[in-house]
C-alpha cells in the first residue's frame, strides 16, 4: 500500500502545485500535505528496505534423516571444499535411498557445519532466518515493497562416528586405496576364503538335518545366500581393521 500512497501523493502535488494557482491558501495547504505525503512514503519505504522496518527475524528449523552420499557400500558424507580459506564448503547429501542422484547445499548465504555423534542415526537439520513481517498491518503496507527476505541457512549434518566424512577427491580414491591395502595382505584373503567355505558348509550341514530331503536347487540357493552373508559380513569386518590405514592415505590426498 505504501508504493500506492507514493504514486498518488506524487500525482496529486504535481495537480495541486501546478493546477490550482487560483487560490492561493488551497494551492499552499494542499501541495505541503501531498509534498509531506510524498517525502514520508519515501522515507518509509526507504528504511523497509534498507532497515527492515516493521520487520523482525524469525527462524525455522527442519530435522531429516541422512542416508549415505554413496550409492552402496560404506556410509560416507561427501563434500568439496570452494574458496581458498578452507572453512566453507558444498556437501554432496542423500536423504532416500532410492534417489539417483545426491542433493547438495547452496553457497549464496549457506553455511554447513559437520558434527560427529555417538548415534548410530544420521540426520540433517536445516536452520533458516528470514526477514518476516511482525504483523498482517506491516505486510498490508509494505508487502509489496519488500517480500519476506532470507537471511541465512545453516545446515547441521549429524553423523555417526562409523560414518566418513569425505572429500570429493578422497571419494574417488577410497575403492583404490581399498584394492591396494586388501591385495597386499595376501595371508588374509587366503584365511576369509578358507572360513567363507567353513561358514557355508556349516550352514547347508545345519539346513539338512532340518530337512533331509532338500533338493539341488534349494540346496544351491542356501549356499549362494550363505556366502553372500558371510562377504558382507566379512568385507565389514576386514574394512574396519583396515580403517586406520585407510584414513591415513586418504589424508595424503589433496
Sequence with gaps: MILF????????????????????????????????????????????????????KVSHETSTKLVSSADKGMNMLLYQPIGTSGKDKVVIYRTDEKATKPSHTGTDKVENKIITINSDKAKLVTKTVKYEYKSSANRLWFGLAQKSTRVKTINYFYVPKSWMTLTVNQAKQLPTIIKEISGSNTAAQAQMKMSAEQYVQAQVKAAMMKNPKMTSAQQKALVKKATAEFTQKAQAEALQKMMPEIKQKLSQVK
Excluded: Q, R
Excluded at 20 to 39: E, P
Design 5 to 56: 500512497v507514493l504514486c498518488i501523493s506524487a500525482f496529486l502535488f504535481f495537480i495541486c502545485f501546478n493546477l490550482l494557482t487560483n487560490n492561493k491558501i488551497l494551492h499552499a495547504i494542499t501541495s505541503i500535505v501531498f509534498a509531506v505525503l510524498f517525502i514520508l512514503s519515501t522515507f518509509f519505504i526507504t528504511i523497509n528496505f534498507h532497515d527492515h522496518y516493521g520487520m523482525h
